[in-house]
């Protein structure tokens, strides 16, 4: 179905000039007609990563020499991908009650995001493997209920001393990675913002029961700080005209050339579309007609606000229509570390940018079936996202040396 869409007052003056849109066609599809076809990026071939493994670039520790942050990286900067992942809920280590009482403010959230820790790592093995790159990973080992490294520190350690210095370490080892990256890839301005070539992936996990009862839901929630009314295409078409230059986690992207904040999030390049074109994950169980890892938001769901509302995909909203599911628009980690300076004392110039996306993933890649299974989906997820990530890279940068 098509309509005329012009200016009301000067209908008749400007129907030469109306443009013709097709209705049928959703926000992304309209608005990233003209974008290039997203590139293929596979693994290379005769890669050898035999002699690329990760050191321990930073670190802190109890007095015992327990360690409860960690950056991980290359040995040699050359090898370094321009990708750093951090890996905020996953820890394991709860360390005594004496040395660091349970958190208790109210509405803290405790539990661990399950082998989300396993998939940062085996995402860091599967860019080694397929690219012969090696990225930067920020650990927090130290469980939840003992710190939450994506919350602002009063929440996060809860007045504890070596909480606030775990926490402290966590993002001062995330903007020690910054500037890693800045210094071996560089940085590019654009519209005035200077940005490093690079992408920050903050990794989680999330239940999804609400969505599908007792499984979970099959979605990877793609988290750029925006929400789902942002994300509305009912509303703001494209996200462009809702969202100013700072607001989502894109801010340095969306103003280099050929860009928009709109393709970015939800187009055929974006990471939620190119994760999609490479689904099924060989060992994963779909739900319904549904792939496990499909995309929130991406060219095939670009509403998080409907889908979370529509009762064939929310089993919320189907017990009760006034209801929806949830969805993780991304949290403190990328929106702190979207500039390299997160408390103003690592780099000189506050506006030095870098992208930044939170990625929830939903319990059929986390937990699959039985340990064996589990590791093989592990590491088959982190081929995809390997090849997924580095291909949004190459588009963006048009850099290979990046990835």
Not at 55 to 79: C, H, M, Q, R, W
Not at 262 to 282: D, K, Y
Request: proline share 6%; charged share 20%; glycine share 8%.
């Amino acid at each position: 179905m098509e309509y005329k869409q012009c200016l009301f007052l000067f209908l008749l003056l400007a129907l030469n000039g109306c443009t013709t849109v097709n209705a049928s066609l959703s926000c992304p599809e309209r608005e990233c007609q003209s974008v290039e076809q997203p590139k293929i990026y596979p693994p290379k071939i005769g890669c050898n990563s035999n002699d690329l493994s990760f050191e321990s670039l930073f670190n802190y520790t109890t007095d015992e020499g327990k360690v409860l942050v960690e950056l991980l990286g290359p040995v040699d900067a050359i090898d370094s991908a321009a990708i750093i992942i951090t890996a905020p809920h996953g820890g394991s280590e709860k360390l005594t009650d004496m040395e660091i009482p349970q958190r208790t403010c109210s509405g803290c959230k405790t539990y661990k995001d399950s082998y989300t820790l396993e998939i940062a790592m085996e995402l860091g093995y599967g860019l080694i493997d397929n690219y012969c790159k090696v990225p930067y990973i920020v650990v927090n080992y130290l469980h939840r209920s003992k710190l939450d490294a994506n919350r602002e520190i009063v929440e996060a350690a809860q007045g504890n001393a070596i909480a606030e210095e775990a926490w402290k370490a966590f993002h001062d080892f995330t903007a020690q990675a910054q500037l890693l990256v800045a210094s071996q890839h560089g940085y590019v301005t654009a519209s005035g913002l200077q940005g490093v070539k690079g992408l920050l992936f903050d990794v989680h996990g999330y239940s999804g029961k609400d969505w599908v009862p007792n499984v979970g839901s099959p979605f990877i929630q793609w988290g750029y700080r925006l929400s789902k009314n942002t994300l509305d295409p009912n509303t703001w078409c494209p996200i462009d005209e809702r969202s100013s230059g700072t607001i989502g986690s894109f801010s340095h992207a969306r103003n280099l050339p050929r860009q928009s904040l709109e393709c970015l999030v939800r187009g055929p390049s974006s990471l939620g579309s190119r994760i999609n074109g490479l689904l099924p994950i060989t060992g994963t169980v779909d739900s319904g007609d549904l792939h496990c890892g499909i995309g929130l938001p991406s060219l095939e769901f670009p509403s998080p606000k409907s889908t979370a509302n529509n009762p064939a995909y929310c089993a919320k909203a189907k017990e009760n229509p006034s209801d929806d599911c949830h969805y993780y628009p991304g949290g403190f980690d990328i929106n702190v570390h979207e500039k390299i300076d997160w408390d103003k004392s690592f780099a000189p110039n506050n506006a030095m940018m870098m992208n930044a996306v939170q990625a929830e993933f939903p319990r059929c890649l986390r937990f699959a079936s039985g340990r064996n299974s589990r590791n093989k989906v592990h590491r088959n997820l982190a081929n995809v996202l390997a090849e997924g990530i580095c291909g949004f890279m190459l588009d963006l940068y048009d850099e290979s040396a990046l990835c």
